[in-house]
């Protein structure tokens, strides 16, 4: 495999939806989020009110790549080799002595399944996107509450917070103004989503005007999809695709046969009865990536055309459109912006022209650097006072560099980039930090670069 990557050598280029080409206002959405689910539990399951009201700084909790051990109630960050490298019980982080005394120095014991096809079970649960972290402080707080009033200690709150994602992202709640997500986004589109840059508009364009054919996969549904495309990129979004599909449903998307998942066709938002193959471009719902990529040949007329996805969730996008189509995948990684809150002072006297897109700019609250779970790339593995420190990287690290191609911090950073640009690929024989573009984490720099770890 060579290794550089170009957007030129792409055939196609396909693009999530959903905190790739719509990106939100983080802080707002994250809120709206989390009062959603906690309203249902609430109102609908008897749950404490006192889950409704949220101290200021406490969506420093959520941070991408936790996992949630179910039936314990304990929250996980894991190192590249499934060992723990901190914990909470509920929002409570564990010490040092208590993560040792629960996990060892060893595989948490779902290590194999959630890293085999970076998945989620009936066990544990894997946060990774922006739309389900703000439920991991609900769920934490759950634990909490809990304990406080029946001191449990196994515990089966999740499927009322399953419920409570299904009552708010259903297919029928946006039209029927249901749950709390989609009545509020409607009414305050401003308030929730950022307008897709001028630079990123004219690079789609530019795209299509070099030949490539360019998709919009989302798992949402048709309706949520037009008020976001309106919005973000105006009423003539539809002329920037060749083929839009949503509610695809992924990881399946990628997964699955024909047979079990077709596409449909629709009309006013209403999915139509299942086609037996894709003829033509247009807007779909449901599918997969088989019969999608027999139409791609078609349109390209190649054999075996080239693609590229752009998307945001390790578990949706990136791992399956990677493993199961052998596509070529563009991680949207805002923690990127982030990791540059922790970049000392003195470096920033750089002159202008020489810093990357973003390092001007102050990231935005709240995810990039959670306080209690600290940097998303690598952590130290705890250990008794004294010893010597051990950076290791964590598993959602590891995952980047093995499923995506480049990971960078949003579409707004290539933008502007000459269409046949080469970018350093992500490859198991060149630098942990060969892939990330515009510049890599800090955290992943040789210490005397990057700041050191509390």
């Not at 046949?420 to 930090?433: G, K, L, W």
Request: charged letters at 25%; aromatic letters at 12%.
């Amino acid at each position: 495999m060579q290794p550089d990557f170009s957007l030129a050598d792409c055939d196609v280029m396909g693009f999530d939806l959903d905190h790739t080409l719509c990106r939100y206002q983080l802080p707002q959405s994250a809120r709206l989020i989390y009062d959603s689910f906690a309203q249902y539990l609430v109102t609908e399951k008897g749950y404490d009110e006192d889950l409704l009201t949220i101290a200021p700084d406490s969506l420093d909790f959520c941070c991408k790549g936790l996992v949630l051990d179910i039936e314990d109630g304990n929250f996980l960050k894991l190192g590249e080799d499934g060992t723990v490298l901190r914990a909470s019980h509920g929002t409570r982080s564990m010490t040092d002595e208590e993560v040792l005394e629960t996990y060892g120095r060893r595989e948490w014991k779902h290590f194999n399944t959630v890293s085999g096809m970076v998945s989620r079970s009936a066990k544990y649960y894997l946060y990774d996107n922006y739309f389900d972290l703000p439920g991991a402080l609900l769920c934490a707080r759950v634990v909490d509450s809990l304990d406080q009033h029946d001191g449990q200690k196994k515990y089966d709150f999740w499927k009322d917070m399953v419920a409570a994602i299904q009552h708010n992202y259903k297919i029928t709640a946006f039209k029927e103004d249901c749950g709390t997500y989609f009545p509020e986004v409607k009414k305050h589109p401003d308030k929730y989503l950022q307008r897709c840059p001028e630079s990123v508009k004219k690079w789609l364009k530019q795209l299509k005007s070099a030949g490539k054919i360019l998709l919009l996969i989302t798992s949402s549904h048709s309706d949520y999809c037009r008020l976001l495309c309106e919005y973000i990129i105006g009423n003539d979004f539809e002329e920037y695709f060749d083929v839009v599909i949503t509610n695809a449903l992924k990881p399946g998307f990628f997964s699955h046969t024909p047979n079990q998942r077709p596409f449909r066709t629709l009309e006013n938002d209403e999915e139509q009865e299942a086609l037996l193959s894709l003829d033509k471009p247009g807007w779909y719902s449901q599918g997969n990536a088989i019969q999608l990529y027999e139409l791609l040949k078609k349109m390209t007329g190649k054999l075996d055309p080239k693609v590229v996805y752009f998307g945001d969730s390790m578990h949706s996008d990136i791992f399956p459109a990677h493993h199961y189509s052998n596509w070529e995948t563009v991680f949207i990684l805002e923690e990127l912006l982030g990791d540059k809150v922790t970049v000392p002072a003195e470096t920033e006297s750089e002159p202008l022209e020489k810093k990357g897109k973003y390092e001007g700019d102050e990231p935005k609250p709240p995810y990039f650097v959670s306080k209690q779970w600290g940097s998303f790339f690598v952590d130290r593995l705890p250990g008794l006072e004294n010893a010597e420190e051990t950076l290791i990287r964590t598993w959602s690290c590891k995952c980047i560099s093995t499923y995506s191609t480049i990971a960078i911090p949003s579409l707004e950073a290539i933008a502007d980039l000459p269409l046949d640009y080469r970018f350093t690929r992500f490859s198991s024989n060149s630098s942990a930090t060969a892939g990330y573009y515009p510049s890599p984490p800090t955290a992943l720099l040789p210490n005397e670069e990057s700041v050191t770890m509390k």
